[in-house]
């Protein structure tokens, strides 16, 4: 945060709070972006902060799970690091405690690996998010470096780092369950069956014509709200984390002594370092919630047992 | 003293509401192992997915109250 506010324009510290916290939250600004790529069919692709997190995120998983997971398969079980264990047991516990129950033992092999890529995926944007490395880049770039404000590494302060705190991420990640539900429920059933599965059968028939529109609806909000579950849980945390550290320069403001705000660290900074301990357990918990909801969501749709 | 001091209050109401419900659902879950310990396993996976649903209602009321905040 120090090292990406380029002035200070006059305002008050309580003014710019608000606003600075914001930034270090969100996506940055499209009008700025990291790498600018030309529209094509009127989107404009060009890389923004969360972009460059997602592709950075998806290269750390990559390397870290296929390679190992590739030297295993390949040398027919016999693993010599501890990494492939542990990534086993993960594996296990997903495929026997999340996949297993809910989908069956007819399809597991087939929706276990996308519960095992979510899974992953969610967990790893989730934690890297939570490793401060643009601001420390920063830091070192304004009192080391001094490169000038258009540079790559400046351009990369702007905006947050968790990739899965922004609503469009996790819509993403939502509408592949959305789809995965649909094609779970015709590989199943049938086209025509599993849009008649939607409703329970052998009730009045004056009660289906309320029943239908909400169960569409049901269908709808379900994706709505892991998406906003995710992205609400991902921001929540790094937004209260930031203003907690902020309190120092509000008290320091409304003291007008930078002593006092340097007293307050001595609230401010446990306080935040108990709150980021929180913020590890809400990453593990909320990538397992996403994968748990959409492997019950799949399950549902083969499984119909209303 | 516009409708918008309402806004956090009604915050407050639906999170106490989520919290109640979150925490009968917690102790009849606890009661339930209580009584049989061999079925701890099925207790807690029936369990987790009406609390991840009633936490998802919470969090949607959220949302939705910050985008009250925001628009106004």
């Known amino acids: 945060m120090v ?119 969610i967990l790893f944007a989730n934690g890297i998010g939570m490793i401060p490395i643009f601001d420390l880049i920063g830091l070192i770039d304004r009192f080391i470096f001094q490169t000038s404000p258009d540079s790559f590494i400046n351009h990369l302060l702007h905006g947050g780092v968790t990739a899965t705190g922004n609503f469009n991420v996790t819509a993403g990640l939502a509408t592949i369950t959305f789809f995965a539900i649909i094609v779970a429920g015709v590989r199943e059933h049938g086209f025509i069956k599993h849009w008649k599965n939607l409703v329970p059968h052998g009730l009045a028939w004056p009660i289906y014509f309320i029943l239908i529109p909400i169960e569409i609806m049901g269908l709808l909000v379900k994706p709505f709200a892991l998406t906003m579950r995710l992205a609400a849980n991902m921001t929540g945390g790094h937004i209260a984390i930031l203003a907690l550290l902020s309190l120092m320069a509000i008290i320091g403001e409304m003291f007008h002594s930078a002593v006092a705000g340097i007293g307050v660290a001595i609230i401010s900074i446990p306080m935040s370092v108990a709150i980021s301990g929180l913020e590890i357990i809400v990453v593990l918990v909320q990538a397992y919630v996403f994968t748990l909801l959409t492997a019950v969501f799949v399950g549902m749709a083969i499984n119909v047992h209303h | 003293m516009d409708a918008t001091i309402l806004v956090p209050v009604g915050l407050g109401l639906t999170v ?16 339930g192992i209580a009584r049989q310990p061999e079925a701890a396993d099925k207790i807690s996976g029936a369990v987790q997915l009406p609390l991840f649903l009633l936490e998802g209602v919470a969090i949607l009321a959220e949302v939705f109250i910050f985008l009250m905040l925001i628009l106004q």
């Not at chain 1, 529209?39 to 460059?52: A, E, N, P, R, W």
């Not at chain 2, 106490?16 to 009661?31: M, P, R, T, V, W």
């Open chain 1, 3 to 121: 090292a990406s506010s380029t002035d200070n324009s006059g305002l008050t510290v309580l003014e710019q709070v608000g606003p600075n916290i914001i930034h270090h939250v969100s996506n940055s600004d499209i009008s700025h972006p990291i790498v600018h790529i030309p529209k094509l069919f009127g989107i404009d692709f060009s890389i923004t902060k969360h972009v460059f997190m997602l592709w950075v995120v998806a290269i750390i998983v990559a390397t870290v799970m296929i390679y190992p997971i590739q030297k295993y398969v390949k040398s027919n079980g016999k693993e010599k690091s501890r990494w492939t264990i542990m990534i086993e047991y993960i594996v296990e516990f997903i495929r026997d405690a999340i996949s297993g129950p809910n989908v069956g033992p007819k399809w597991i092999m087939t929706w276990t690996p996308l519960f095992l890529t979510f899974f992953f995926f």
């Open chain 2, 16 to 31: 106490i509401g989520a919290a109640l419900g979150i925490g009968k659902f917690a102790a009849a879950a606890a009661e």
